[in-house]
């Protein structure tokens, strides 16, 4: 019996994802030009553009690991630079078991005999 590539593919692609999150957060304040706190505490009314609250979203659907970079919102920027690490890590693991329940899955239905036509 031969084991499935599919877990191993998709650990790297789930490492890949988790590592351009990584590096698009990383550069968000260039890209976004979100105002500070304090800036914001000023302003009557502010809402963060559309493509923030998109791109936040997707990062936590796409990347469940990087629920683990919460724990570092406040340390200094090698703590967290650490934090996504794990989360990149993390990431490969999820995708990893999710490999093996859709290769699971394939193996299974390969395996099922063919239904028969019912008779009418």
Not at 23 to 35: G, Q
Request: glycine share 6%; aromatic share 12%; hydrophobic share 55%.
């Amino acid at each position: 019996m031969t084991a499935s590539k599919l877990p191993r593919r998709l650990a790297l692609v789930g490492v890949g994802v988790a590592l351009g999150f990584m590096a698009m957060w990383w550069y968000a304040d260039r890209i976004f030009r979100l105002p500070t706190e304090e800036q914001v505490q000023g302003m009557e009314s502010y809402t963060a553009p559309l493509l923030f609250w998109l791109f936040r979203d997707a990062t936590f659907v796409l990347c469940p690991g990087s629920v683990v970079t919460l724990i570092a919102v406040d340390l200094h920027e090698g703590a967290q630079f650490v934090n996504w690490l794990v989360a990149v890590l993390l990431n490969g693991v999820i995708y990893y078991c999710l490999g093996l329940v859709v290769a699971a899955v394939v193996r299974a239905r390969r395996s099922r005999p063919p239904r028969m036509p019912r008779a009418r």
